[in-house]
């Protein structure tokens, strides 16, 4: 799969449902675990001490919705309410998006892009992709220049390099630090030659400005 059909497969349209329901030991708990990161100074060729992560959070939800005369169903941002039909009692399976950014020493920008899939009973049934990169707030860009995989040993997992290339920005409309991360634009490139770069208009695709806002949701020390 290419790497367009995957970004727009696995976020910005949403079709990350069809997974196996198998159920896998992973949760946010990896996040603060240094086991997690261990690989990051040899991926990143450079010593790096992470002391804590920053965590920004966003959750997409299969609802149903008022279609043409019928009862539909899509993944949108949970709380997007929009045409969605409250009086039909319905859980289905749903996604959530992670933002985390480390705080390290020396001081860097480091970002990874995480996701987590999660089936009708809250169980963790898969993960991924996974990007790694940095945040330039001053311009509110993200840009990942590396996908990562997380590799399971004994249920201790931890982030490994992946033999994948990867160009992305995310462009934001607001980015405030222990706040929020708006994306409005996804923009990924593959070469200089025309028609190999492809801008993801997020509210255009979603019908919804604030589709792909991330929340600041906490900072956890890294054990």
Known sequence: MSLLNKILFCIALGCIFGCSPRKVAFSTGNFSTSSFYQALPLILNKPLR???????????????????????????????????????????????????????????????????????FDQCIGFGPSYLGSIDENRNLVFFNMELYPRNKKNNYSLKKSRFPLALYMSATDMRPRNTINIDKMIVEKSFEIGNNVVIDIPRIFHDSAALKFDYIETKKIN
């Open 50 to 120: 992470i002391d804590s992560v920053n965590i920004y959070e966003t959750t997409f939800e299969e609802k149903p919705y008022e279609g043409y005369y019928v009862i539909d169903y899509s993944e949108v941002n949970a709380k997007n309410d929009k045409n969605i039909l409250h009086y039909k009692p319905f859980k289905g399976y749903y996604q959530k998006l992670y933002l985390l950014k480390l705080v390290t020493y020396p001081k860097d920008s480091i970002t990874i892009y995480f996701s987590l899939k999660y089936n009708i």
